[in-house]
């Protein structure tokens, strides 16, 4: 089965020291693309290089800053910010979105920072990879204005139906991680009400290890037991569930299948 890991943080320290390995772990175990995502210049800087240095599995980039660094989405760095989108490995504007948990910027700057990270988004015609915690109501209505002009990806979905529902009906895609092998799991409707071609599936790593592996640090390898619980809470085959969710991220990053 051929599967696609839709965000992934190749550029975390914890895998400067045996990239080449992980990406290789991740082709055996049947990884055929990667989007390495980035939270901030720097991070979009070194994912673009990491992006056009590798071809197996294919990894492609993104550039966006991450709602826990507001503050530093500044006009200066918007513009650095749109010269990184601009390269052809660039395939979506993000991880932008809200974190109204850990609040590490005000709310007012965040909502500033996505705002301008999705008229970006609508500028290039790119996607944008949405983060969100402890925010329905809000990112609820700034996708519903923004519907029919960006489409997106709420990635590592744990949020509330309302918020589900709004994305759907806007033409967003809902990815989820390893959250769902997890013991105290209680969205599994969530993962049934995403219709087939919106679905798509994620490791977040280093971030979220799923079980059986919790507690390690998580790689692109490890997505097939993510692939196989979502297969099981929505009652379809595993290497099904694999094909439809590499041909949707496919599709939203604008990469042939």
């Known amino acids: 089965m051929r599967i696609f890991d839709s965000h992934a943080h190749l550029t975390d320290p914890s895998f400067a020291e045996e990239l080449v390995d992980v990406l290789a772990r991740a082709a055996d ?11 901030n ?4 800087a070194a994912a673009a290089e990491l992006a056009r240095n590798s071809s197996r599995p294919p990894v492609w980039a993104t550039a966006g800053i991450h709602p826990h660094e507001a503050d530093r989405c500044t006009p200066d760095a918007l513009v650095e910010l749109e010269r990184y989108a601009r390269s052809d490995v660039v395939v979506a504007v993000g991880e ?3 974190d109204f948990h850990y609040e590490n910027a005000p709310r007012d700057r965040q909502i500033a920072a996505f705002r301008s990270q999705i008229a970006l988004a609508e500028q290039l ?14 990112l609820a209505q700034l996708i519903e204005e923004y519907s029919g002009r960006v489409v997106g990806v709420l990635h590592c979905f744990t949020g509330g139906a309302q918020l589900l529902q709004t994305a759907l009906a806007a033409g967003w895609y809902v990815s989820f991680s390893g959250i769902v092998t997890f013991a105290r799991y209680t969205g599994a409707h969530h993962v049934q009400a995403v219709p087939g071609d919106r679905l798509l599936v994620e490791t977040d790593s280093p971030y979220l290890a799923p079980v059986p592996l919790r507690g390690r640090r998580n790689e692109p390898s490890y997505l097939q037991h993510v692939v ?9 085959d595993a290497v099904a569930v694999a094909e439809v969710t590499f041909e949707n991220a496919c599709r939203l990053y604008g990469r042939g299948s």
């Not at 175990?29 to 939270?39: D, K, L, M, P, Q």
Request: glycine share 12%.
């Open 29 to 39: 175990a049947g990884v055929a693309g990667i989007v390495t995502i980035a939270s």
């Open 41 to 44: 210049l720097e991070d979009a």
């Open 96 to 98: 932008t979105g809200l």
């Open 125 to 138: 015609d790119l996607p944008v990879v949405v983060h969100s915690r402890a925010a329905d109501g809000e």
């Open 228 to 236: 196989r619980r979502v297969a099981q809470l929505r009652g379809e």
